[in-house]
């Protein structure tokens, strides 16, 4: 469909994180998908994003599946209807939306591919209003430098997240924002918890009262330990290094100026 991902996007070159296991790789215009085909949803996303060239379009694009997939190892609208399960943007509609207004239509468009979706509980608060808009909060603070951004973005696959129609619903999620600091490069990981809000049972989903997600800004080494997904130099530029964090430390995000970047 396109070249996907660019490792060469910034001024450091970032390789697209690799997980352990056989996975599927899938390009479209601007970002990968990694698709874990025994799961049937993605071990690893990258998103190339210019924060100088973002356009706000209009939505459009309806949910598909790739035909490049065979439909049984997709996770596609079956496993979404009659229930409170929302499909999860994993790369969010508008991050590769920049540049030419056709080229970025397009590349929009492309973020409703199923094996761009995974399964999130239902309703926002402000844990998930604040994961919805890390990317923002990160560009705007790259803005002063190189105004570019990748992003790694992924669901949690553990061998113990609870069964569901087919599948396993991951219970957590985790991001690995990078973009070129004035130091050089700089990364910032973040994990998405809806431990809490996930019941199944008798194939029914089950949402428990609101205010159960938890946000969390966590070492890079943390993300690479409970994925075990090699991060590369994404490890080595966490911004949580250089500071007096201690290295395993979870930091709950309740606001924007809770991140440390």
């Known amino acids: 469909m396109a070249d996907g991902y660019d490792l060469d996007f910034l001024?450091?070159?970032?390789?697209?994180?690799?997980?352990?296991?056989?996975?599927t790789?899938?390009?479209?215009?601007?970002?990968?998908?990694?698709?874990?085909?025994?799961?049937?949803?993605?071990?690893?996303?990258?998103?190339?994003?210019?924060?100088a060239l973002l356009r706000e379009l209009p939505r459009t694009g309806e949910w598909r599946l790739d035909p490049r997939v065979a439909a049984d190892l997709q996770t596609g609208a079956e496993v979404y209807s009659r229930n409170d399960l929302d499909r999860g943007h994993l790369v969010r509609r508008r991050d590769p939306g920049w540049g030419d207004v056709a080229d970025a239509r397009a590349a929009t468009e492309a973020t409703f591919f199923y094996p761009n979706a995974a399964p999130q509980a239902a309703g926002f608060n402000q844990s998930k209003e604040l994961w919805l808009g890390l990317e923002d909060h990160v560009i705007e603070y790259a803005e002063a430098t190189d105004q570019r951004l990748s992003v790694?973005?992924?669901?949690?696959?553990?061998?113990?997240?609870?069964?569901?129609?087919?599948?396993?619903?991951?219970?957590?999620?985790?991001?690995?924002?990078?973009?070129?600091?004035?130091?050089?490069?700089?990364?910032?990981?973040?994990?998405?918890?809806?431990?809490?809000?996930?019941?199944t049972a008798d194939d029914l989903f089950a949402v428990p009262p609101l205010g159960a997600f938890g946000t969390f800004q966590v070492p890079v080494t943390e993300v690479a330990r409970i994925t075990g997904v090699d991060l590369g130099a994404l490890v080595d530029s966490d911004v949580l290094r250089r500071g007096s964090i201690r290295s395993t430390e979870w930091i709950p995000l309740t606001a924007s100026d809770d991140i440390v970047l």
């Open 11 to 23: 001024p450091t070159r970032i390789p697209l994180p690799q997980p352990t296991q056989d996975a």
């Open 25 to 51: 790789e899938l390009t479209y215009p601007r970002f990968t998908v990694l698709l874990d085909t025994d799961r049937r949803l993605a071990v690893v996303t990258g998103v190339n994003i210019d924060g």
């Open 152 to 199: 790694f973005t992924a669901p949690v696959l553990a061998d113990d997240d609870p069964a569901y129609r087919g599948i396993r619903i991951p219970l957590r999620f985790w991001k690995v924002a990078a973009w070129q600091g004035p130091d050089g490069l700089a990364s910032a990981g973040f994990v998405l918890d809806q431990s809490e809000l996930v019941a």
